[in-house]
Protein backbone atom coordinates (compact mmCIF):
# COMPACT_ATOMS: atom_id res chain seq x y z
CA UNK A 1 0.00 0.00 0.00
CA UNK A 2 1.49 3.01 -1.02
CA UNK A 3 0.71 6.01 1.74
CA UNK A 4 0.11 9.73 1.08
CA UNK A 5 1.74 12.26 2.37
CA UNK A 6 0.59 15.85 2.63
CA UNK A 7 3.41 19.06 3.09
CA UNK A 8 2.18 22.16 4.05
CA UNK A 9 5.23 24.26 3.83
CA UNK A 10 5.10 28.11 4.27
CA UNK A 11 7.43 31.62 4.45
CA UNK A 12 7.03 34.83 4.59
CA UNK A 13 9.27 36.00 1.52
CA UNK A 14 7.58 39.44 1.26
CA UNK A 15 3.97 41.03 1.39
CA UNK A 16 2.28 44.35 0.45
CA UNK A 17 1.79 47.13 1.70
CA UNK A 18 3.70 46.34 5.17
CA UNK A 19 2.72 43.27 6.42
CA UNK A 20 -0.58 43.20 4.88
CA UNK A 21 -0.66 40.31 2.18
CA UNK A 22 1.15 38.09 -0.05
CA UNK A 23 1.41 40.06 -3.28
CA UNK A 24 -1.32 37.69 -6.56
CA UNK A 25 2.62 37.67 -8.31
CA UNK A 26 4.14 35.40 -5.78
CA UNK A 27 1.06 33.20 -5.50
CA UNK A 28 0.95 32.52 -9.28
CA UNK A 29 4.90 32.15 -9.35
CA UNK A 30 4.72 29.55 -6.50
CA UNK A 31 1.73 28.33 -8.44
CA UNK A 32 3.56 27.54 -12.23
CA UNK A 33 6.45 25.99 -10.03
CA UNK A 34 4.15 23.68 -8.07
CA UNK A 35 2.38 22.89 -11.33
CA UNK A 36 5.88 21.75 -13.43
CA UNK A 37 6.68 19.75 -10.13
CA UNK A 38 3.30 17.74 -10.70
CA UNK A 39 3.95 14.67 -12.08
CA UNK A 40 7.60 14.38 -11.16
CA UNK A 41 8.00 15.39 -7.39
CA UNK A 42 4.62 15.80 -5.98
CA UNK A 43 1.54 14.86 -7.69
CA UNK A 44 -1.17 17.40 -6.23
CA UNK A 45 -0.78 21.05 -4.99
CA UNK A 46 -2.49 24.08 -4.22
CA UNK A 47 -1.33 27.41 -3.19
CA UNK A 48 -2.94 30.33 -1.10
CA UNK A 49 -2.06 32.91 1.29
CA UNK A 50 -2.78 33.81 4.82
CA UNK A 51 -1.66 37.55 5.55
CA UNK A 52 1.70 37.89 4.18
CA UNK A 53 2.60 33.75 4.41
CA UNK A 54 2.98 32.08 1.11
CA UNK A 55 1.23 28.67 1.94
CA UNK A 56 2.13 25.76 0.08
CA UNK A 57 -0.20 22.92 -0.07
CA UNK A 58 1.51 19.84 -1.67
CA UNK A 59 0.87 15.93 -1.82
CA UNK A 60 3.17 13.34 -2.53
CA UNK A 61 4.54 9.56 -1.95
CA UNK A 62 8.03 10.54 -0.03
CA UNK A 63 6.98 10.59 3.64
CA UNK A 64 7.91 13.47 5.32
CA UNK A 65 10.97 15.64 5.40
CA UNK A 66 11.84 14.34 2.19
CA UNK A 67 14.46 16.59 0.74
CA UNK A 68 13.30 16.70 -2.75
CA UNK A 69 10.09 18.40 -1.14
CA UNK A 70 11.27 20.37 0.77
CA UNK A 71 13.72 21.66 -1.88
CA UNK A 72 11.24 22.33 -4.06
CA UNK A 73 9.58 24.36 -1.62
CA UNK A 74 12.83 25.95 -1.36
CA UNK A 75 13.49 26.79 -4.58
CA UNK A 76 9.55 28.38 -4.67
CA UNK A 77 10.59 30.32 -1.80
CA UNK A 78 13.56 32.28 -3.48
CA UNK A 79 12.46 32.39 -6.60
CA UNK A 80 9.29 34.61 -4.96
CA UNK A 81 11.95 36.58 -2.74
CA UNK A 82 13.47 37.75 -5.77
CA UNK A 83 9.74 38.56 -7.74
CA UNK A 84 9.20 40.50 -4.36
CA UNK A 85 12.58 42.40 -3.94
CA UNK A 86 12.68 43.51 -7.68
CA UNK A 87 9.03 44.79 -6.55
CA UNK A 88 10.66 46.35 -3.12
CA UNK A 89 7.70 44.45 -1.32
CA UNK A 90 7.77 44.92 2.43
CA UNK A 91 10.23 41.93 4.46
CA UNK A 92 11.28 40.64 0.62
CA UNK A 93 12.76 37.41 1.84
CA UNK A 94 12.83 37.94 5.65
CA UNK A 95 11.87 34.27 6.27
CA UNK A 96 14.60 32.92 4.73
CA UNK A 97 17.88 32.53 7.14
CA UNK A 98 19.81 30.53 4.69
CA UNK A 99 21.60 31.61 1.67
CA UNK A 100 21.41 27.79 0.45
CA UNK A 101 19.49 24.75 0.62
CA UNK A 102 20.79 21.77 3.02
CA UNK A 103 18.74 19.00 2.85
CA UNK A 104 15.54 20.04 5.08
CA UNK A 105 13.98 23.74 5.59
CA UNK A 106 13.14 23.02 8.89
CA UNK A 107 15.54 25.52 10.46
CA UNK A 108 16.02 27.41 7.51
CA UNK A 109 13.40 29.82 8.23
CA UNK A 110 9.52 28.34 6.91
CA UNK A 111 7.38 26.31 8.59
CA UNK A 112 6.75 23.07 8.05
CA UNK A 113 3.34 20.49 9.03
CA UNK A 114 3.32 17.17 7.39
CA UNK A 115 1.73 13.71 7.78
CA UNK A 116 2.10 10.59 6.27
CA UNK A 117 -1.21 7.95 6.14
CA UNK A 118 -2.86 5.26 4.50
CA UNK A 119 -5.75 6.64 3.14
CA UNK A 120 -9.14 5.34 4.10
CA UNK A 121 -12.45 5.07 2.34
CA UNK A 122 -12.72 8.47 2.57
CA UNK A 123 -10.31 10.49 3.50
CA UNK A 124 -11.07 14.54 4.61
CA UNK A 125 -8.34 16.80 5.64
CA UNK A 126 -8.24 20.26 6.87
CA UNK A 127 -5.89 22.88 6.09
CA UNK A 128 -4.97 25.30 9.27
CA UNK A 129 -3.02 28.91 7.91
CA UNK A 130 -2.48 31.72 10.38
CA UNK A 131 -0.74 35.07 10.35
CA UNK A 132 0.05 37.08 13.52
CA UNK A 133 0.81 34.57 15.64
CA UNK A 134 3.18 31.33 17.09
CA UNK A 135 2.99 27.64 16.83
CA UNK A 136 1.63 27.43 20.71
CA UNK A 137 -1.65 28.83 19.11
CA UNK A 138 -3.19 25.61 17.88
CA UNK A 139 -2.87 23.77 21.28
CA UNK A 140 -6.27 25.09 22.80
CA UNK A 141 -8.11 24.20 19.23
CA UNK A 142 -6.35 21.03 19.62
CA UNK A 143 -7.18 19.70 22.94
CA UNK A 144 -10.55 21.15 22.14
CA UNK A 145 -10.71 18.14 18.76
CA UNK A 146 -8.97 15.58 20.57
CA UNK A 147 -9.80 15.45 24.28
CA UNK A 148 -13.16 17.94 25.39
CA UNK A 149 -15.87 16.12 25.42
CA UNK A 150 -17.62 18.89 25.82
CA UNK A 151 -16.71 20.08 22.27
CA UNK A 152 -16.22 16.89 20.42
CA UNK A 153 -19.55 14.82 21.36
CA UNK A 154 -17.97 12.11 18.66
CA UNK A 155 -15.36 11.55 22.30
CA UNK A 156 -18.49 10.72 24.60
CA UNK A 157 -20.92 8.93 21.79
CA UNK A 158 -18.85 7.43 19.03
CA UNK A 159 -17.25 3.50 20.29
CA UNK A 160 -14.17 4.40 17.76
CA UNK A 161 -13.35 7.27 19.59
CA UNK A 162 -13.68 6.50 23.23
CA UNK A 163 -10.29 5.19 23.62
CA UNK A 164 -8.81 8.51 23.55
CA UNK A 165 -5.59 10.00 21.63
CA UNK A 166 -2.27 10.62 22.02
CA UNK A 167 -0.24 14.48 21.82
CA UNK A 168 3.25 14.85 20.78
CA UNK A 169 4.29 17.88 22.95
CA UNK A 170 7.50 19.94 22.08
CA UNK A 171 9.44 22.38 24.61
CA UNK A 172 10.88 24.60 22.13
CA UNK A 173 12.92 26.14 24.58
CA UNK A 174 14.95 22.43 25.43
CA UNK A 175 14.31 20.62 22.21
CA UNK A 176 12.98 17.69 23.87
CA UNK A 177 9.20 15.72 23.81
CA UNK A 178 7.10 14.38 25.96
CA UNK A 179 3.83 11.97 24.62
CA UNK A 180 0.63 12.17 26.72
CA UNK A 181 -2.64 9.71 27.15
CA UNK A 182 -5.47 11.01 26.90
CA UNK A 183 -8.51 11.18 28.38
CA UNK A 184 -5.89 9.65 31.56
CA UNK A 185 -3.36 12.36 31.17
CA UNK A 186 -5.80 15.41 30.69
CA UNK A 187 -4.94 17.58 33.16
CA UNK A 188 -1.13 16.70 32.71
CA UNK A 189 -1.43 17.23 29.38
CA UNK A 190 -3.16 20.78 30.16
CA UNK A 191 0.16 21.61 32.69
CA UNK A 192 2.53 22.61 30.19
CA UNK A 193 0.42 23.36 26.36
CA UNK A 194 -1.31 26.23 28.42
CA UNK A 195 2.12 27.72 28.08
CA UNK A 196 1.79 27.95 24.32
CA UNK A 197 4.89 29.85 24.02
CA UNK A 198 7.11 27.23 25.38
CA UNK A 199 5.18 23.99 24.78
CA UNK A 200 3.81 22.90 21.39
CA UNK A 201 1.63 20.14 19.90
CA UNK A 202 3.26 18.53 17.14
CA UNK A 203 1.08 15.76 16.74
CA UNK A 204 -2.25 14.10 17.36
CA UNK A 205 -2.57 9.95 17.33
CA UNK A 206 -5.18 7.53 17.49
CA UNK A 207 -3.77 4.58 20.39
CA UNK A 208 -3.77 2.35 17.20
CA UNK A 209 -1.27 4.74 15.58
CA UNK A 210 -3.54 6.78 13.15
CA UNK A 211 -2.25 10.06 12.44
CA UNK A 212 -4.88 12.65 13.39
CA UNK A 213 -3.29 16.02 13.28
CA UNK A 214 0.39 17.77 12.86
CA UNK A 215 1.16 21.10 13.34
CA UNK A 216 4.91 23.36 12.68
CA UNK A 217 6.51 24.14 15.47
CA UNK A 218 9.41 26.46 13.79
CA UNK A 219 9.94 29.42 16.17
CA UNK A 220 11.56 32.13 13.97
CA UNK A 221 13.36 34.21 16.52
CA UNK A 222 14.60 31.35 18.58
CA UNK A 223 16.40 30.07 15.36
CA UNK A 224 17.42 33.17 14.10
CA UNK A 225 18.47 34.96 17.58
CA UNK A 226 16.55 37.73 16.74
CA UNK A 227 13.43 39.29 15.98
CA UNK A 228 12.76 38.78 12.36
CA UNK A 229 9.01 38.25 13.00
CA UNK A 230 6.36 35.67 14.26
CA UNK A 231 6.51 31.90 13.26
CA UNK A 232 2.61 32.17 11.65
CA UNK A 233 1.98 28.35 12.24
CA UNK A 234 0.29 25.96 9.85
CA UNK A 235 -1.69 22.39 11.11
CA UNK A 236 -3.05 19.83 9.16
CA UNK A 237 -6.07 17.79 10.76
CA UNK A 238 -7.65 14.63 9.96
CA UNK A 239 -11.42 14.00 9.93
CA UNK A 240 -14.05 11.65 10.34
CA UNK A 241 -14.01 7.74 10.48
CA UNK A 242 -12.54 7.50 14.51
CA UNK A 243 -11.68 10.93 14.50
CA UNK A 244 -13.43 14.27 15.00
CA UNK A 245 -15.78 15.10 12.73
CA UNK A 246 -15.34 18.17 9.96
CA UNK A 247 -17.57 20.06 12.23
CA UNK A 248 -15.72 19.00 15.32
CA UNK A 249 -12.79 20.08 14.33
CA UNK A 250 -14.20 23.54 13.16
CA UNK A 251 -16.27 24.10 16.01
CA UNK A 252 -13.70 25.07 18.57
CA UNK A 253 -12.64 28.52 16.63
CA UNK A 254 -16.13 29.61 17.39
CA UNK A 255 -14.46 30.64 20.57
CA UNK A 256 -12.27 34.02 20.83
CA UNK A 257 -9.13 33.51 22.76
CA UNK A 258 -6.11 35.46 22.76
CA UNK A 259 -2.82 34.69 21.42
CA UNK A 260 0.54 36.18 21.28
CA UNK A 261 1.81 37.83 17.81
CA UNK A 262 -0.37 40.69 16.39
CA UNK A 263 1.75 44.32 15.69
CA UNK A 264 5.24 43.81 15.71
CA UNK A 265 5.28 39.94 17.15
CA UNK A 266 4.56 41.64 20.65
CA UNK A 267 1.10 41.78 21.64
CA UNK A 268 -1.93 39.71 22.60
CA UNK A 269 -4.73 39.57 20.63
CA UNK A 270 -7.80 37.76 19.79
CA UNK A 271 -7.66 34.95 16.85
CA UNK A 272 -9.91 35.46 14.05
CA UNK A 273 -11.35 32.84 12.07
CA UNK A 274 -11.85 34.55 8.38
CA UNK A 275 -12.53 33.37 4.84
CA UNK A 276 -9.36 33.51 2.52
CA UNK A 277 -11.16 36.76 0.87
CA UNK A 278 -10.29 38.37 4.51
CA UNK A 279 -7.25 36.88 5.43
CA UNK A 280 -5.16 40.65 5.03
CA UNK A 281 -4.10 42.08 8.56
CA UNK A 282 -5.03 45.46 8.29
CA UNK A 283 -6.16 46.20 11.98
CA UNK A 284 -2.73 47.41 13.62
CA UNK A 285 -1.49 44.63 11.57
CA UNK A 286 -4.04 42.35 12.63
CA UNK A 287 -5.73 41.15 14.51
CA UNK A 288 -3.94 37.14 14.50
CA UNK A 289 -6.02 35.59 11.73
CA UNK A 290 -6.93 32.03 10.99
CA UNK A 291 -8.09 30.49 7.66
CA UNK A 292 -8.74 26.71 7.13
CA UNK A 293 -9.21 24.43 3.64
CA UNK A 294 -10.97 21.66 3.75
CA UNK A 295 -10.13 19.09 1.44
CA UNK A 296 -11.05 15.11 0.30
CA UNK A 297 -7.96 13.32 -0.28
CA UNK A 298 -8.58 10.88 -2.75
CA UNK A 299 -5.16 8.80 -4.72
CA UNK A 300 -3.38 11.51 -3.98
CA UNK A 301 -5.03 14.59 -5.21
CA UNK A 302 -6.26 17.08 -3.39
CA UNK A 303 -10.43 17.45 -3.85
CA UNK A 304 -11.29 21.10 -3.19
CA UNK A 305 -11.07 23.26 -1.06
CA UNK A 306 -13.84 23.95 0.58
CA UNK A 307 -13.12 27.39 2.55
CA UNK A 308 -14.36 26.64 5.79
CA UNK A 309 -14.73 30.02 7.65
CA UNK A 310 -16.57 31.95 4.62
CA UNK A 311 -19.58 31.47 6.91
CA UNK A 312 -22.03 33.56 8.54
CA UNK A 313 -21.87 30.73 11.21
CA UNK A 314 -18.44 32.42 12.25
CA UNK A 315 -19.49 36.06 11.97
CA UNK A 316 -20.14 36.61 15.71
CA UNK A 317 -16.87 34.96 16.71
CA UNK A 318 -15.50 37.73 14.56
CA UNK A 319 -17.28 40.32 15.89
CA UNK A 320 -16.26 39.22 19.37
CA UNK A 321 -12.82 39.22 18.26
CA UNK A 322 -13.31 43.05 17.40
CA UNK A 323 -14.80 43.51 20.76
CA UNK A 324 -11.78 42.15 22.18
CA UNK A 325 -8.97 43.58 20.15
CA UNK A 326 -11.01 46.98 21.24
CA UNK A 327 -10.19 46.22 25.45
CA UNK A 328 -6.64 45.24 24.32
CA UNK A 329 -5.84 48.07 22.39
CA UNK A 330 -6.88 50.47 24.61
CA UNK A 331 -4.39 49.26 27.12
CA UNK A 332 -1.87 50.60 24.62
CA UNK A 333 1.71 50.06 25.63
CA UNK A 334 0.62 48.14 28.26
CA UNK A 335 0.50 44.21 29.42
CA UNK A 336 -1.14 42.10 29.17
CA UNK A 337 -1.84 43.78 25.57
CA UNK A 338 1.79 44.27 25.32
CA UNK A 339 3.42 40.60 25.63
CA UNK A 340 5.63 40.00 29.14
CA UNK A 341 9.17 40.69 29.66
CA UNK A 342 10.30 37.37 29.10
CA UNK A 343 8.43 36.80 25.72
CA UNK A 344 9.75 40.27 24.50
CA UNK A 345 13.20 39.11 24.59
CA UNK A 346 12.76 38.28 21.28
CA UNK A 347 11.90 41.54 19.98
CA UNK A 348 13.15 44.77 19.45
CA UNK A 349 12.34 46.08 23.18
CA UNK A 350 16.23 44.59 24.17
CA UNK A 351 17.58 47.42 21.97
CA UNK A 352 15.68 50.16 24.05
CA UNK A 353 16.48 48.98 27.22
CA UNK A 354 20.32 48.77 26.01
CA UNK A 355 19.84 52.45 25.46
CA UNK A 356 19.24 53.26 29.29
CA UNK A 357 21.25 50.49 31.03
CA UNK A 358 24.40 53.11 32.20
CA UNK A 359 21.40 55.70 33.32
CA UNK A 360 19.78 53.20 35.93
CA UNK A 361 21.35 53.64 39.69
CA UNK A 362 21.46 50.94 42.70
CA UNK A 363 18.95 51.68 45.44
CA UNK A 364 20.32 52.12 48.58
CA UNK A 365 19.84 48.94 50.92
MG1 LIG B 1 3.11 36.47 8.67
Not at 17 to 22: A, D, E, F
Not at 133 to 147: C, H, Q, S, V
Not at 188 to 212: C, N
Amino acid sequence: MVKTTVSVIKADVGSYPGHSRTHPKLLEVAARMLKEAEGSTIIDSYVTHCGDDLELIMTHTKGEDNEEIHELAWNIFMECANVAKEMKLYGAGQDLLADAFSGNVKGMGPGVAEMEFEERGSDPVLVFMADKTEPGAWNYYLYKMFADPFSTSGLVIDPSMHQGFVFEVHDVMEKRKILFNTPEESYSLLAYIGAPSRYVIKYVWKKDGTIAASTSTQRLNLMAGRYVGKDDPVMIVRAQGGLPAVGEVIDPFRTPILVAGWMRGSHHGPFMPVGVPDANCTQFDGPPRVICLGFQVSDRKLIGPVDMFDDPAFNRVRDRCCELADVLRAHGPFEPHRLSLEEMEYTTLPGVEKQFKDRWEDLPE
